[in-house]
């Protein structure tokens, strides 16, 4: 994102607006927290807090390190072949996880969650009612919450035993092994016959 | 368990063993906790432990509330229909931990393990070194360790998802709705094909 250093200030100040939007998503959860109360924190004018990071959504989405635009991408993964969708999730999370030695700040948000309620409310909230919502639209299914919870849990599920408590051999699959064994699990709670009246 | 009142400390000493047995089992892991230590923390003969418990592995089942003898329930799993040890797993899972308000030691086991490196070896090292070894001997599979380590993810994902996170609508789905769904999905791990090489 950096340019030409024509303004030496921007990296900084973005870094400051990412660590006032996580303290201000783990203070206030996610509905609560509001783009005027982030600006405040990191002592910047909320237009510039669009400017950089343009919605609360997507600024969420980067705080906790998703890839960026997550609206776009989860039309790219239902926009796509849509027997493949548990595939491509699978595979788009290992490229984000598997690439940091220091781990992302939603394995961080997962950590939390377990233990502070605080944080766990900020992850339902968003899974709920952001990334849910989407993928309820996306799939068009009246089922589509159910579906996306199921998904939930075997990622949520998967991000730990690989990452944090490593269970092995998961912990050491290669990538393109857990996408092949695991995809198709996600694929089925999203898309399967799961048997719902 | 509790009988006629002839010996009244009784369930007082079972108590006390078992807090020690967790103790040790956190302090030590899995692995290097041993009969004798326990017993020594909770002021009792080391035959008075195998009395009570039987061996260190039955102790530790019963620590982390796991269904008593936990290599009976496996051969049952596994001596039942085929098809559907998934749903049996899920189904024994929601039994033990639907009916608690409390939630049990394993609940409190996997949130440890999320922040503390010692309680994530001890449940590392309980499921790779007891229940994949006896999973694996049942599937009678080369693949037995990748796939019980799949279903682990799965059914670590459940508990994070439904007791602890709360994601709705998992978290309030009628147990018979989570076998449904579940089951067949941790099946797949156990018996389906993976594509492994």
Redesign the interface.
Known sequence: MARTGRRPGRSGTRDAILVAARESFTASGYDQASIRDIARRAGVDPALVHHYFGTKQELFAEAIDLPMDLVAILEAFVGGDRDQIGERVVGLMLSVWDSRTDRSPLVAL??S???SEHA?RM??EF??SVLFERLAEALRSPDA??RA??A???????L???Y????????S?PAA?VV???G??VQ??LTGD???A
Request: hydrophobic content about 55%.
């Open positions: 997962v950590r969650a377990v233990t766990a992850l339902r899974l709920v919450k159910v919870s199921l939930a849990s075997q990622m949520i599920g998967l730990i035993a690989r944090i408590v490593r269970i092995e051999p998961l912990a699959l092994q092949a064994t695991i198709p699990n089925r709670y799961l048997g719902l």
